[in-house]
């Protein structure tokens, strides 16, 4: 789901608020589209509350909850045989021993897909492109590394050395977006000390300003006369 859709039957056992009549239409799996009824509140503190926001609708059995939305919050969201546990970007390190079995992409409605393809009369996951490889090998680079400190030391080491204020700032503005672990609380609290920034970026004395040759000195004056 691109958003989260709570049926009014939950909302109301959940003592969920309602905010205000809500213009969400959706489509359902006959073909059909259901029309929200209200916007609500998820309880959930650690979220924004753009993230928080749902729709209700009376003809919903059953509430859903959108991995998409909460991605978008910046948290990552980790699901297994068992269940699923959700963190914030910057609290998880992930290590793979080997390549994913399947890969998908997120479409413009927020939604993720895995893309197939038709090979020898069968349907299978198209294989990424090599633009896709060279990026995974990357994050996997830096995924791999022991620490969130040690990633943002290798991160620090493939910019260029640069120094933490302008770092920072460039992060702030959303250059380094995609970047894993690449956040400002990261950053503000790993930030690597090298010689190479120092190097780099040491301010210099201007030359010629000062001259290195030593000035003569000037004879002492002596009273001749108490010497007669």
Same mark, same amino acid.
């Given at each position: 789901?691109?958003?989260?859709?709570?049926?009014?039957?939950?909302?109301?056992?959940?003592?969920?608020?309602?905010?205000?009549?809500?213009?969400?239409?959706?489509?359902?799996?006959?073909?059909?589209?259901?029309?929200?009824?209200?916007?609500?509140?998820?309880?959930?503190?650690?979220?924004?509350?753009?993230?928080?926001?749902?729709?209700?609708?009376?003809?919903?059995?059953?509430?859903?909850?959108?991995?998409?939305?909460?991605?978008?919050?910046?948290?990552?969201? !980790?699901?297994?045989?068992?269940?699923?546990?959700?963190?914030?970007?910057?609290?998880?390190?992930?290590?793979?021993?080997?390549?994913?079995?399947?890969?998908?992409?997120?479409?413009?409605?927020g939604r993720y897909r895995i893309p197939l393809m038709q090979q020898k009369g069968q349907w299978q996951p198209r294989k990424p492109r090599?633009?896709?490889?060279?990026?995974?090998?990357?994050?996997?680079?830096?995924?791999?590394?022991?620490?969130i400190e040690q990633a943002i030391k290798w991160m620090h080491a493939v910019c260029g050395y640069p120094v933490k204020s302008t770092w920072?700032?460039?992060?702030?503005?959303?250059?380094? !977006?995609?970047?894993?672990?690449?956040?400002?609380?990261?950053?503000?609290?790993?930030?690597?000390?090298?010689?190479?920034?120092?190097?780099?970026?040491?301010?210099?004395?201007?030359?010629?300003?000062?001259?290195t040759k030593s000035k003569p000195t000037p004879f002492e004056e002596s009273n001749t006369t108490s010497m007669r």
């Amino acid at each position: 789901a691109d958003g989260h859709y709570i049926s009014e039957k939950d909302r109301k056992a959940a003592g969920l608020p309602i905010l205000k009549r809500s213009t969400k239409r959706v489509g359902v799996a006959n073909g059909g589209t259901s029309q929200a009824k209200h916007v609500t509140k998820l309880p959930f503190t650690n979220l924004s509350s753009k993230a928080n926001q749902a729709d209700t609708f009376e003809d919903f059995p059953t509430s859903l909850m959108s991995v998409g939305k909460t991605a978008d919050d910046g948290t990552i969201s !980790i699901f297994t045989k068992d269940g699923v546990t959700v963190h914030k970007e910057q609290d998880v390190l992930i290590t793979c021993k080997g390549m994913p079995i399947l890969i998908g992409v997120r479409d413009e409605h927020g939604r993720y897909r895995i893309p197939l393809m038709q090979q020898k009369g069968q349907w299978q996951p198209r294989k990424p492109r090599a633009r896709i490889n060279a990026a995974l090998q990357k994050a996997n680079s830096v995924y791999d590394l022991p620490s969130i400190e040690q990633a943002i030391k290798w991160m620090h080491a493939v910019c260029g050395y640069p120094v933490k204020s302008t770092w920072m700032k460039a992060i702030k503005a959303g250059n380094f !977006i995609g970047w894993p672990l690449l956040t400002e609380k990261n950053v503000n609290k790993y930030y690597p000390e090298t010689t190479e920034t120092d190097k780099g970026h040491m301010n210099q004395t201007r030359k010629n300003v000062r001259s290195t040759k030593s000035k003569p000195t000037p004879f002492e004056e002596s009273n001749t006369t108490s010497m007669r």
